[in-house]
């Protein structure tokens, strides 16, 4: 796992006639608790503002012309209210400093035995204003799990890292640019989409076509530096036996190729061709070096499914680690609630009990064996699992999704490609809800529980409407 460290935004909410030490000390607490974990803080300090807290109008300015200065370095904002607060200051302060950043609201709790008019926080009420406020100026944010809790508990530690998968989700979608190499399969419909639509959320399509890779790992030499890098880095990531040195030669350049264009082109993720034109016109499959780049959370999918590799982008951020795109492919005997996920397969190794390189067998009897080779092989581990799909709608002109989380099993399971058997509560009413919905039979999967990430910064930060199943 990966973790890289954030910066949030602090507006600690003050208001005259209520305790003032209480902003002062909860203004500590909350730096203190975001400083545990692992976050750097821009906050207004006492020498700015009474306590470092917001309560008027100047001081609303002064911490929004702070957060503007630091735009860059913030990845959300937390809204503490460590007594009822100002809700004009803090609407004001995320107003004027534009960050389109998602916002954390959290109110400190009262402590019984300390009720009185000089200990008496009431937060509980002054959440409900500052909320109030911000849906009037609107501005999207989310909610603490507990309506108050304190920075120091358990239960906000858990909030926090919730709404940290939430920034890296809404901010890393937002200006991203995914590769499309090569033409949709015409036999794929069901990966057709709406650039426009994904233009309009901040996502840009960079298309290669695919004649350009070939043509230029043909004019590629065999001791190319880039391409003999490759070569290596192929038989370090997966056993290679039995697999003709010329074939892993072309999956080099290949690499070496898409690599220097994505960097070039500037592009995170990408989404690749691969039925049967690279198979007929290079020799071989796509799917080691498509797994190599998955596992290194640069995710990479198959039959150019842009938006299948755009969920796989989402868990990966949320969760921060590697991402596959798979079928929902089969029964798994009687029982309801399994089914087996496959692909031919180009998962990331970090999926599997074991994995090896192998042939595409169900693409070698159109075009020979000895042109599909480059697959990887093996048993999906088992392990708790979130999956998701986001998909453009042009008859509604929306992008949409559903995100839910399982668990990929230990069943016996006898087959090739990469496969494992996947176990979903009520799974029978996804199906249907899949089904009626006409999304489409390809799926991203995670190692992880982050489905209620990816559902709050689909449907508060990004206007994607987002079925959470089973919730």
Aim: aromatic share 8%; charged share 20%; with cysteine.
């Amino acid at each position: 796992m990966r973790t890289e460290k954030m910066t949030m935004g602090l507006i600690v909410g003050n208001r005259g006639f209520f305790p003032d030490h209480l902003a002062k000390s909860g203004r500590e607490e909350m730096i203190r608790a975001l400083q545990s974990a692992g976050m750097d803080v821009v906050v207004l300090g006492p020498e700015e503002s009474k306590h470092g807290a917001v309560e008027t109008y100047e001081e609303a300015k002064r911490c929004a012309a702070l957060f503007q200065a630091n735009s860059k370095r913030i990845s959300g904002v937390i809204v503490s209210l460590p007594n009822f607060g100002d809700e004009r200051a803090i609407a004001d302060t995320l107003r004027l400093a534009r960050l389109n950043v998602p916002v954390l609201v959290q109110a400190t709790p009262d402590t019984p035995a300390k009720m009185s008019i000089s200990h008496r926080r009431d937060s509980f009420c002054g959440k409900m204003s500052a909320c109030n406020n911000l849906k009037q100026y609107g501005i999207p944010y989310s909610l603490t799990t507990l309506h108050t809790v304190t920075p120091e508990s358990e239960e906000f530690k858990k909030d926090l890292a919730w709404f940290a998968g939430i920034c890296r989700v809404v901010n890393g979608l937002r200006n991203l640019r995914i590769g499309a190499i090569g033409a949709r399969p015409a036999a794929f419909n069901t990966v057709r989409y709406s650039e426009k639509l994904l233009e309009a959320s901040g996502i840009s399509i960079e298309t290669l076509d695919l004649s350009e890779v070939l043509g230029r790992i043909g004019r590629m030499k065999d001791d190319d530096q880039h391409a003999l890098g490759k070569l290596q880095a192929i038989q370090k990531y997966v056993s290679t036996s039995g697999v003709p040195q010329l074939a892993l030669l072309k999956m080099a350049k290949l690499g070496a190729v898409v690599e220097d264009w994505m960097k070039s082109a500037g592009v995170q993720i990408s989404a690749v061709q691969c039925w049967t034109s690279i198979e007929e016109n290079l020799g071989v499959v796509p799917c080691t070096v498509m797994s190599m780049m998955s596992d290194e959370l640069l995710s990479s999918a198959c039959e150019v499914d842009v938006c299948g590799v755009l969920s796989m982008h989402a868990l990966r951020l949320a969760s921060e680690t590697p991402s596959a795109l798979l079928d929902w492919n089969n029964n798994y005997g009687s029982n309801p609630d399994k089914a087996v996920c496959f692909h031919c397969s180009n998962l990331p190794k970090h999926f599997f009990r074991d994995v090896k390189m192998d042939y595409q067998e169900i693409i070698a009897g159109t075009v020979g064996k000895d042109n599909t080779f480059g697959t990887c092989v093996g048993r999906v581990k088992s392990g708790a699992m979130s999956y998701a799909r986001f998909s453009t709608d042009d008859r509604t002109g929306r992008i949409r999704g559903y995100v839910g989380t399982g668990a990929f099993t230990d069943d016996p399971l006898e087959t090739f490609g990469g496969a494992g058997v996947v176990e979903i509560p009520h799974m029978q009413r996804l199906l249907h809800y899949i089904c009626e919905n006409g999304f489409e039979h390809h799926v991203a999967a995670n190692f992880s529980t982050v489905a209620g990430m990816l559902h709050e910064a689909a449907i508060r930060y990004l206007g994607w409407e987002t079925y959470w199943h089973a919730q």
